[in-house]
């Protein structure tokens, strides 16, 4: 599976849980629909749940007269697997590649404002770190 595909894939595991709080195996095999397990999409499932109180303070900590419990569940999803990749994630994923990743995916996913606003958001994170 192509890492994108696991980002994807990983986004919807982690907006069936935030959002009907499933158990995390589940939400992964419904987001796989059929297809093999990955070790990509695990990690970051993991890794975002593991590490969630963290990397939502981080993002919190860089928000303008905003909460994260106002960020769109779509778009909340895709930052906290970003924020994960760029803190927690292995060095051979360049912070660019893990943002323009993030920004694509919100395009994807998201309305029209959410790849302008995941873009900015991560690259203060990104310079921050």
């Known amino acids: 599976m192509k890492r994108r595909t ?3 894939k990983a ?3 982690l907006f069936q849980i935030d959002l009907s709080e499933i158990d995390k195996n589940e939400a992964i ?3 796989l629909d059929g297809e093999k397990p990955d070790v990509y999409l695990s990690a970051l499932v993991n890794g975002v749940l593991d590490h969630q109180v963290s990397i939502d303070e981080n993002i919190s900590k ?3 007269n905003w ?3 106002r960020i769109a569940n779509v778009d909340r999803n895709l930052l906290r697997i970003a924020v994960y990749e760029l803190v927690y994630g292995s060095e051979e994923v ?3 590649v ?3 990743e993030a920004v694509e995916i ?3 996913y998201g309305d029209d404002k959410s790849s302008k606003f995941v873009n900015g958001l991560l690259s203060k994170i990104k310079n921050s770190l």
Do not use: C, F, G, S
Request: hydrophobic share 50%; net charge negative.
């Open 29 to 31: 095999i419904h987001a």
């Open 106 to 108: 919100a395009k994807a």
């Open 11 to 13: 986004l919807q595991a």
């Open 6 to 8: 696991a980002r994807e």
């Open 62 to 64: 860089h928000l303008e």
């Open 94 to 96: 360049p912070a660019n």
């Open 67 to 69: 909460t994260i419990d």
């Open 98 to 100: 893990v943002i323009d």
